[in-house]
Every structure is written in structure tokens, then in C-alpha cells.
């Protein structure tokens, strides 16, 4: 009954995002409500104060309001963004080589089409342009614009050319993994912490803003790479990032940052739901690759399936109150992924509770017509936002590699 069920999400899901595209908002349009001169909109008001108000009305109190609003000012805030395209390619891919629908398959190489028309050459190779909306925004210490490539973008669409080549033997989808892959080694910072670790920035602009999860999704594209090809390079670099990387795998914890990173980032010295697993899966492949021992690291996915449920809400921070209450579709499609990826390391009962809770909490998200899902549910409030990259995109990944489980 639950397989049945997530192929009919999956195939009205599909037929939604296929009829409206993919362009939509991007919920980092809150963080650009201050409107200022480093971001794509123009100010609506000058005053700090005012400013604050907007953001304080529109992020937290009235979220429905935002789009009307934004109309009214006569802002545009719609953007294609490669990261969304990426899970994509990848659900497609999943999809058509479980179930063999020619539909998928035709997507999948549109898709690719799209996102392959959206690289920036980058020294070296090739890089995933940052969400901007085509303009510059801040973002750790560093301004992002059009020629920003950036770590997760950059390995979500690696991966969705990966899983293309994979299920069509086509070599130019390998040929993009390849510049990617490339495009991280040349273009990117790679911060000698020691001699045996090494750490990526985040983009490739030099911001100093490094983070766990761009570095252990930028690694395993690196040790699929060393995997295809059986060039030491890549294995070289992959061995030293994964040893800055793995003293984590041991914390209670693990932050969105890193130790390096809390004075200067400090609001994103946190715990949640999506970063912890986007390091984890990072983390475990790279591991495989490299017939490195991976108990510590299946003992943290385990842990994190446990610790981000409150109620049986599957949550994005660990925690109690207003903030441990906190659900988002982002972290819920990311739970839903781990527990999926890593599905056969739970024993049967445990299956069978995590599905349970999971079909809860999809039921919890999808919107009435089963087309797409809300942003946020919290409290019974429920907020919508045509949102392709987070709501579509990653929910529809995350239900293929589940379907193909269960």
C-alpha cells in the first residue's frame, strides 16, 4: 500500500513540476528582504529600522503576504537554480531505472539540458552558479554573483550527471561530472588545516566560509570520480579532506560550520536535520570508496534517524520549544533520504516505524491536491511557496530512492 501510494505522489508530483517548470522562489528570498545593495532587489526602504520591520512582518509574522507583496513593489523574486535541477536529473534517473517509464527518461535528458546550459566555465573546469537570482548577494565573507560556483550546488548537479551516465552509458554526462569535479580541485580554495587535512571553501571566490556538509558532498564527488577513473589525484585530495572530516563523525553533534569556522560564522554553528545529512551520506561514500571502516559513521545515521523527531514530527534542529518544533520540507526530504539510502541497516521493526513515521509526516506536507508540498508546518500553520529546488526536487529524490526500498 505504501509503495503504490508513493508512486502516485511521485507520478502527480511529476506531472506538476513538468506542466509549471522549473522556475519558482527560493526561501532564500527572507534572507534578501533588506533589499540592499548586494543583493538582486532594490531597497523598499532605506531606514534600518523599517527594514527590519519588513523582515520581521514578512519571514516570521504574514510569510503568505511575502509574494503579494513583492508583487506590489513590482520585484521579481523567481530564479531557475541549478542545485534544484540536480536533484531532479537524479529522481528521474532513479525512477526510469526502476521502473523503466520512458517518461522519466525524456525528462531527465531535458533537465540536463537546462542545467548543462547554465555552468560557468571556472578555472580548471566547471562550476554550479550560486542562487542569486542572476545578481550579487552576501553570504558568509565573500559576494556571490553570477560567476560564483559553490560546493552543494556543484555536487547535487554532479551527481544527477552521474546517475544519467550511469543508467545511459552516455560518456558527455560523465564528461560534466569530470569538469566539476575538476572545477572544485582548480578553482576552489583547499585550506591546508595540516599537512593531512584539507578543507574547501565554500565557493570559489576565496569567502572563507567553508562548511561540513559542501566539504563531504564535494568529497564523494571527488572519490566517484577517483572510483570511474583510478586517478591518484583525486584520491589524494579526497584521503586529506576526509581526515579533517572524520574527527566529526565522533561528535554528539554534528555542526552545520566547524570548529574553524564559529568565530567568524557563528549563526551557522548549529545542528539541523538537512546539513547533518547531507555530511553524513558525504561521508559514508567517500568511506566506502575508500574501504575505510564505517561503523562510527552508520552509528551517527542511526542517531540522527532517532534525534530529529519530536512527537512524531519529524524536525529540522534537535532540541525542545518553539525551535526544536521547527518543520521544514528540506529537512523532512532529507530524513526521508537517509533513512532511505541507508534503509537496509535498520532491522524490521525499526523499518517499519521509521515508514510509518515518515508517510505521517508526507501526509502532513502535501498540499490537498497531492500536486506539490508546503515550506512549513508548524503549529497547524502551513505556509506554500512554489519552490522547485526545495519543496519538488528534493521531496521527489528523496520518495524515489524510498519507493525503490520499501
Known amino acids: ?102 517518461e ?8 540536463a539540458s537546462i542545467a548543462s546550459d547554465m555552468l560557468i566555465p571556472v578555472k580548471g573546469g ?19 554573483n553570477d560567476s560564483t560556483a559553490f560546493l552543494p550546488g556543484g555536487s547535487e548537479v554532479f551527481f544527477g550527471f552521474y546517475n544519467l551516465y550511469n543508467i545511459t552509458n552516455d560518456k558527455s554526462y560523465f564528461q560534466f561530472c569530470q569538469q566539476i569535479a575538476d572545477g572544485f580541485i582548480n578553482a576552489f580554495t583547499l585550506k591546508h588545516v595540516s599537512e593531512e587535512k584539507w578543507v574547501f571553501d565554500y565557493s570559489n571566490k576565496g569567502d572563507n566560509s567553508h562548511v561540513l556538509n559542501a566539504n563531504a558532498l564535494g568529497m564523494s564527488c571527488l572519490a566517484l570520480m577517483y572510483k570511474e577513473t583510478k586517478d591518484e589525484k ?11 572530516l572524520e ?18 560564522n557563528k549563526s551557522w554553528f548549529g545542528c539541523d536535520a538537512y546539513h547533518t545529512g547531507f555530511t553524513l551520506r558525504g561521508m559514508y561514500e567517500t568511506a566506502d570508496i575508500l574501504n575505510y571502516d564505517k561503523t562510527h559513521i552508520i552509528k551517527q545515521i542511526k542517531q540522527m534517524i532517532m534525534d530529529f523527531v519530536i512527537d512524531d514530527k519529524i524536525i529540522v534542529y534537535k ?19 537517509i533513512f532511505s539510502t541507508f534503509y537496509d541497516f535498520f532491522d524490521e521493526s525499526e523499518k517499519n516505524l521509521y515508514k510509518d513515521l515518515v508517510m505521517k509526516n508526507i501526509n502532513d506536507f502535501i ?26 526536487g528534493p521531496m521527489m529524490n528523496a520518495l524515489s530512492l524510498l519507493y525503490d526500498k520499501i
Open 319 to 337: 532540541g525542545i520549544g518553539q525551535k526544536g518544533l521547527h518543520q521544514d520540507i528540506h529537512a523532512l526530504s532529507e530524513y526521508i533520504r
Open 234 to 244: 583525486y584520491k589524494n585530495i579526497v584521503e586529506k579532506l576526509y581526515n579533517y
Open 126 to 144: 566547471l562550476g554550479i552558479p550560486n542562487p542569486s537570482n542572476g545578481k550579487e548577494v552576501k553570504y558568509g565573507d565573500g559576494i556571490f
Open 247 to 264: 574527527p566529526y563523525m565522533h561528535y554528539e553533534n554534528i555542526p552545520y560550520a566547524g570548529i574553524e569556522d564559529k568565530k567568524s
Open 367 to 392: 498540499l490537498p491536491d497531492e500536486s506539490s508540498y508546503y515550506y512549513t508546518v508548524n503549529r497547524n500553520k502551513k505556509f506554500y511557496l512554489y519552490m522547485p529546488r526545495w519543496s519538488h
Open 1 to 102: 500500500m505504501d509503495k503504490a501510494r508513493i508512486y502516485s505522489l511521485l507520478k502527480s508530483n511529476f506531472n506538476y513540476v513538468t506542466q509549471n517548470g522549473y522556475e519558482g522562489y527560493d526561501p532564500k528570498i527572507f534572507d534578501y528582504m533588506p533589499f540592499s545593495s548586494k543583493t538582486s532587489f532594490k531597497p523598499t526602504f532605506k531606514n534600518k529600522v523599517l527594514r527590519r520591520l519588513e523582515i520581521e512582518i514578512f519571514r516570521r509574522k504574514f510569510p503568505n503576504l511575502l509574494i503579494p507583496y513583492l508583487n506590489l513593489c513590482n520585484i521579481n523574486a523567481k530564479t531557475t537554480i541549478p542545485y534544484g535541477l540536480g536533484v531532479f536529473m537524479q529522481c528521474y534517473a532513479q525512477m526510469y531505472r526502476v521502473e523503466k517509464n520512458i
Open 104 to 111: 522519466f527518461l525524456n525528462e531527465a535528458k531535458k533537465v
